[in-house]
């Protein structure tokens, strides 16, 4: 190939040479001319005419890049973009020298570009090709009076480590452009390199000057976080509020995130807040900020306080909903555990607001808290204070009332008697047809003749809860599970498989699946894994489990200690010790049952039930031996040691509260 005699034979030269070159990404391309001529490049109206020489040897990837670059100069927005987009999934897959190439070609074809700017001092900024970078910036600035280019110019001083020049360029900006956005950026830089100090004088200094301090509430108080002075940041947070009420919740948000599991960090929140209070316009919101901190810090005494002065506030406004913020403590407390402490909501309401809608549920809670502390006798009176207060024998609280009396008959007290007799009357004569109370008594009937033995009445009316609720899928998952459960004490695997199946397999809508599928999932699985022995470990275990659901603790605790003797490598092992450890603790032999738990956990940890047996094991150190430390001990050996565990996040409040008694013990 020969030089060029003409610009038209060149620009001709220059055409077939750059087609070939753009060719590269093909596979028929040759490159033995390149090496030996060279190329001429050259501006000819909106096409690209090659003049310039290079004398050395073209590689492959060198030649496509430089006609990359070098075809920026000439592109279209559209190629441009192309190439732009080509320059980003570089950056992304860490091709950091081809990008920088292709953004500073793009750049220097159109300084103005902010996009190409900043990609450009971004990539700079990562590859720490200061000089570059300044040379950058002096380009843009050629043709764009861009203030933020010359906050640059002082970030490339900082890291250069002139950290005097860059300070005092920065000054000279902030007096020569006193603007917010000036501030914003020089604040900005500071804060990319981690002088958050600077960086909040910057920000100071633009509320002093501009005479606004609601200036830059958000960053300043990020700072202070970032600087541990959650006092300070709980002020900036509580200005904003102040100016903006609607975003309370992401406040709220701000401040738990400050408090989290710190003891220190909160009471330096929650004083900045109470010193707050006087001056505020918006004193409710900041009562509701102590509540929740105190909620979630587990100060349930502080937050019922909270709570109290909530309730004077909004009551004398809305009469008409008198109670609901102490019913709100009430419920949060009893949910998180603190049931003491939801006592004295309930009994509040109770006691102090008669005449707030909220009498029943409060009512009807003080039940469940007692029955949660095992004082059955106290609980019974309450759900009965339930049932006389309902208006009518339809009222939807009575029939709950009714309901929780019988569960403590069936589950608690073992008066299976007892408790048919009110699930009877709920279904014949107070429950109107079709309603989920109604429904929930016929599924209790059924449970309370299997506890009897009485399988077929079982059956029946676990039926009769089918037909009721024939158009609900949760009801039919509910009865397919309930006969599986049967089909699998009786022996009958093959059946009790196909039941569950039917949960499993039928397509259903999120909202009705709850807890049937997983409660199938499991029963399902054990008996994939054990279905091989069906004859010997998985029938004496299900026979076990049928006379525990009878409420035949030592039947079931022998059949299980001797299928432990008679098939000691059996697969089912774990459930079985797992059901023993229940089975015993249920009979206050509560050593017993932590050997047969720490047999699981030193034989079996990895089995389904490792977690379970762990966190019942720290229950039982806990609420049956009182041995407080070693069960916040075991708890926090859940943490651990199963961190994908269900159990986790109860574990965590556990050991949590348990290290706050065993602390002041």
Not at 235 to 243: C, S, V
Not at 496 to 516: D, F, G, H
Not at 520 to 545: I, K, P, T
Not at 555 to 562: C, F, N, P, R, V
Request: charged share 20%; hydrophobic share 45%; glycine share 6%.
């Amino acid at each position: 190939m020969q030089k060029a005699n003409s610009k038209e034979q060149m620009a001709a030269f220059g055409i077939r040479t750059k087609i070939n070159l753009l060719n590269s990404h093909g596979r028929a391309l040759r490159w033995d001319a390149m090496t030996k001529t060279g190329l001429w490049f050259a501006h000819k109206g909106r096409g690209l005419l090659l003049l310039f020489f290079v004398a050395v040897p073209f590689s492959l990837q060198t030649a496509s890049t430089f006609i990359t670059i070098t075809a920026a100069f000439s592109q279209t927005p559209q190629q441009n973009a192309a190439q732009l987009r080509l320059a980003q999934d570089m950056e992304r897959m860490g091709q950091f020298e081809r990008a920088a190439e292709i953004y500073t070609a793009l750049f220097n074809a159109d300084p103005r570009n902010g996009s190409y700017y900043f990609s450009l001092k971004r990539l700079l900024l990562q590859l720490r090709r200061y000089d570059a970078l300044a040379t950058a910036i002096n380009r843009r600035l050629e043709v764009s009076d861009d203030i933020n280019a010359r906050v640059d110019l002082g970030e490339v001083e900082f890291k250069r480590g002139q950290t005097a020049a860059a300070q005092a360029r920065w000054k000279e900006l902030l007096q020569k452009y006193p603007q917010p956005g000036t501030f914003a950026a020089v604040a900005n830089a500071l804060v990319e390199n981690r002088d958050y100090d600077a960086a909040m004088q910057v920000y100071a200094q633009a509320r002093q000057q501009l005479h606004n301090p609601t200036l830059f509430i958000l960053e300043l108080a990020n700072l202070y976080t970032l600087r541990i002075n959650y006092a300070a940041a709980t002020a900036e947070y509580l200005r904003f509020l102040d100016a903006n009420p609607r975003q309370f919740p992401f406040v709220q948000s701000k401040m738990n995130e400050m408090t989290r599991d710190d003891e220190e960090k909160l009471a330096a929140v929650a004083k900045a807040i109470e010193a707050a209070l006087p001056q505020s316009t918006q004193p409710q919101l900041l009562h509701r900020l102590l509540a929740g901190l105190f909620m979630q810090g587990r100060e349930y005494g502080r937050a019922l306080l909270s709570y109290q002065t909530l309730e004077r506030l909004s009551s004398a406004a809305d009469k008409a909903n008198v109670g609901s913020e102490i019913f709100s403590f009430a419920e949060q407390a009893r949910n998180a555990g603190a049931f003491a402490f939801a006592e004295q909501g309930y009994q509040i309401i109770l006691r102090d607001l008669t005449n707030s809608p909220y009498t029943l549920p409060a009512q009807f809670g003080l039940g469940q808290c007692l029955q949660a502390q095992g004082k059955y006798v106290e609980a019974q009176a309450a759900f009965a204070q339930v049932i006389e207060k309902a208006a009518g024998n339809r009222n939807p609280w009575a029939l709950r009332g009714l309901l929780a009396q019988g569960e403590i008959l069936l589950e608690n007290l073992r008066d299976v008697q007892g408790a048919i007799a009110i699930y009877q009357q709920i279904t014949e004569r107070l429950a109107p047809a079709g309603g989920n109370e109604r429904i929930e008594a016929l599924f209790r009937l059924g449970d309370c003749y299997l506890a009897l033995g009485d399988e077929p009445q079982a059956i029946a009316w676990y039926e009769k809860a089918r037909q009721m609720g024939r158009n609900n899928q949760l009801v039919a998952d509910k009865v397919n599970f309930r006969e599986a459960r049967l089909a699998f004490y009786q022996g009958r695997f093959g059946a009790a498989k196909n039941l569950l199946e039917t949960i499993v397999n039928v397509p259903r809508e999120e909202s009705t699946a709850e807890s049937m599928v997983n409660d199938a999932l499991e029963l399902l699985l054990l008996l994939d894994v054990n279905l091989a022995d069906s004859a010997g470990a998985l029938l004496s275990y299900a026979h076990a489990e049928y006379a525990a659901a009878q409420h035949q603790a030592p039947a079931a605790i022998d059949t299980l200690e001797s299928a432990l003797k008679r098939f000691p490598q059996a697969a089912i092992l774990p459930q079985a010790l797992f059901s023993l450890g229940n089975l015993y603790a249920g009979q206050q032999k509560f050593d017993v049952a932590s050997e047969r738990f720490r047999l699981i956990l030193s034989q079996y940890a990895e089995s389904v039930v490792g977690d379970r047996a762990l966190f019942r094991l720290a229950e039982i150190q806990q609420t049956g031996l009182r041995d407080l430390r070693q069960a916040q001990s075991l708890y926090e050996q859940l943490l651990k040691d199963y961190p994908q565990s269900l159990f986790l996040e109860e574990a965590r409040r556990r050991a949590r509260e348990l290290a706050e008694k065993n602390k002041s013990s």
